[in-house]
């Protein structure tokens, strides 16, 4: 009965067609930006549609180009018949159900739903994933691009650009944008892109390659679906070096469009914005953002000297004042000079770029840690408000943001959730993770701290920072075993004296006064050498139990402007043993008053 009434033929015909439109749909949707919800209902009614043509071809056929009902078969009896339409409607009825079925696990089922804990939580070796919730479709990483010129001097041309075109996407706030610092470890093309993509929490990347010969660059991208590893669009550019610039706006302003982004005035106007008219001014800047981003004190140096050379290049660069700023807030931090002598050239540097460009973020940021860095919370907090709304994909905003003004003030609510911010735009971000870890401890949330801080230590066990805190944490937990551990081996990793002063005031307070005598002998020493924060001696004797001494050093440490450790007088636990003392109120109400928001 089936094979007379052609049944078997409608279903072939029917299935051969229904490939090849979803075969086109899915290439041609793309093309038109379709939201991506059409194509998945395109299909559901596609498949809807099969049953019903089989049902059709059975009751009905064609004859003489007109539609007529089916001569019912001689060996097909009425009681038969009925059972055949019954088994039908029950077929189509479970056909519906399984698909309604179906429907309902898949939407439900979604993404993986990330928690805060997977920012760095996993096992050595491996990354973590980041992110607390579903990823969202417009987001992006731009990994690092390979440079083709022959040249390893050319790195810093290639870093450059991506770094620039990554610059360039993050001031759409539509768009989520991954941080250089998370996607440096990468190569260009790997294999494993969905993979990565989870690691980073995005949708898409952006991968390309740099060759760069006399006056001549030739640039290959492509943006890839994560997902299905499909390409959702690609270019080669060949151009003049003077004309990379507009390279990199087009691409932006393309990705963009292919991701769907919906620009404001200023957005649009920050992806085509041209930096400097002057292409060697552009080369020295993009040297001493090379150096600064390898954060060590004598590449900060040499940072600092390219960020001048593009200064003397092209007095109206904004960017490259912005440099000046970054390197001069970040110097003192890496042993290469005092906050005394720096801030003052941060703040000037900041605001001169502000002066030639008040839209850029980075500069308002500057600006607002060379305010934090006076003790002018109110105005520091301005800024970086302002920095993040320029530039809401910026994670070191987010990042000095959170734990520089807001955790000073107590505000650790607020501090978190920008700390968290930051990480899901730069998840694996060392400084961050750590930085994380530190604000809980701020606010006695020591276990968090201490698990904060392993996680980070899995990322990189090498990194100094993170087991210095980690002691903080233990050792204000109570566990003076493990946070001398922990000292120790910070100290093993970098020579930093406020390491050797964490050391000391642990053996004093263990109970071993000898070992912390002579620490403290040791950084006397090593003040003829080199800076010593004020701070570091505050600590020792605290530790030691000599109060008078640790009110002068902190009073030496707020004539220093040593924000780094003063500003936070007030949430610092290691300060509670001066709360009450009227000389220590006093000095915190120079820091930060009471009534500060």
């Not at 409608?10 to 899915?26: D, E, F, N, T």
């Not at 083709?148 to 759409?172: C, D, H, M, V, W």
């Not at 030739?218 to 990379?244: M, P």
């Not at 087991?467 to 937990?477: C, I, P, Q, T, V």
Request: glycine content about 6%.
């Amino acid at each position: 009965e089936l094979k007379q009434r052609r049944v078997y033929r409608v279903a072939i015909g029917y299935a051969v067609i229904a490939w090849l439109v979803i075969q086109i749909s899915a290439t041609v949707m793309p093309a038109y930006h379709a939201p991506e919800w059409i194509l998945p209902i395109f299909i559901t009614v596609i498949a809807l549609g099969f049953p019903v043509a089989l049902v059709l071809a059975w009751a009905f056929e064609i004859k003489h180009g007109a539609i007529e009902r089916a001569d019912p078969s001689a060996g097909l009896s009425p009681a038969n018949r009925r059972r055949v339409w019954l088994l039908g409607a029950v077929g189509f009825l479970i056909a519906l159900l399984a698909l309604g079925l179906f429907w309902l696990w898949h939407g439900t089922r979604g993404p993986p739903r990330l928690t805060s804990d997977t920012h760095s939580g996993s096992a050595p070796g491996e990354l973590p994933a980041p992110g607390t919730a579903a990823i969202p479709q417009k987001s992006i990483a731009v990994l690092p691009f390979d440079n083709l010129s022959g040249n390893p001097e050319n790195a810093y041309f290639t870093e450059g650009i991506q770094e620039e075109i990554l610059t360039r996407l993050a001031k759409i706030a539509e768009l989520k944008v991954i941080s250089r610092t998370s996607t440096a470890r990468y190569k260009s093309s790997p294999d494993n892109l969905k993979e990565i993509a989870s690691q980073l929490g995005v949708s898409n990347i952006l991968e390309g390659s740099v060759q760069r010969t006399a006056d001549q660059v030739h640039v290959n991208v492509q943006l890839i679906k994560a997902a299905s590893d499909s390409h959702l669009w690609a270019e080669v550019y060949d151009r003049k070096l003077t004309d990379i610039f507009a390279v990199e706006a087009e691409i932006a302003k393309t990705v963009a469009d292919t991701l769907q982004a919906k620009l404001t005035g200023p957005e649009e106007h920050a992806l085509s914005a041209y930096p400097t008219d002057n292409p060697a001014a552009h080369q020295l800047y993009l040297k001493g953002r090379y150096f600064w981003n390898k954060r060590t004190g004598a590449d900060m140096k040499k940072a600092l000297d390219y960020f001048n050379q593009a200064i003397a290049a092209d007095p109206k660069y904004a960017l490259a004042y912005a440099g000046v700023s970054d390197a001069y807030i970040l110097l003192p931090n890496y042993g290469g000079s005092t906050p005394r002598e720096c801030n003052p050239k941060a703040k000037a540097a900041a605001t001169k770029a502000l002066e030639l460009d008040d839209g850029l973020g980075e500069a308002h940021t500057a600006l607002a840690a060379a305010f934090f860095n006076d003790f002018d919370f109110s105005r520091a907090i301005t800024e970086f408000q302002r920095a993040v709304e320029l530039n809401p994909n910026y994670a070191t905003g987010h990042q000095w943001y959170g734990d520089s003004p807001l955790t000073a003030l107590g505000r650790f609510d607020d501090a978190i959730a920008e700390l968290n911010r930051a990480l899901e735009l730069d998840p694996l971000s060392l400084i961050i993770n750590a930085d994380l870890g530190n604000t809980y401890y701020s606010a006695r949330r020591y276990d968090e701290a201490i698990e904060q801080l392993r996680k980070t230590l899995e990322m990189d066990p090498g990194f100094y920072i993170a087991h210095g805190s980690l002691g903080r944490a233990l050792e204000l937990k109570g566990a003076l075993d493990a946070a001398i551990g922990e000292y120790q081996k910070a100290r093993a990793l970098n020579d930093n004296p406020g390491l050797l002063a964490a050391l000391a005031h642990a053996y004093a307070s263990s109970g071993n006064k000898t070992e912390a005598l002579k620490i403290l002998d040791q950084l006397k020493d090593l003040s003829k050498q080199r800076h010593v924060a004020a701070y570091a001696f505050a600590l020792v004797h605290l530790g030691l139990g000599n109060k008078e001494e640790a009110l002068r050093w902190l009073q030496k440490s707020y004539e220093d402007r040593a924000s780094n450790t003063i500003s936070y007088i007030r949430v610092d636990p290691f300060l509670d043993p001066l709360r009450g003392d009227p000389r220590f109120e006093a000095l915190a109400e120079k820091i930060v008053p009471r009534n500060a928001k």
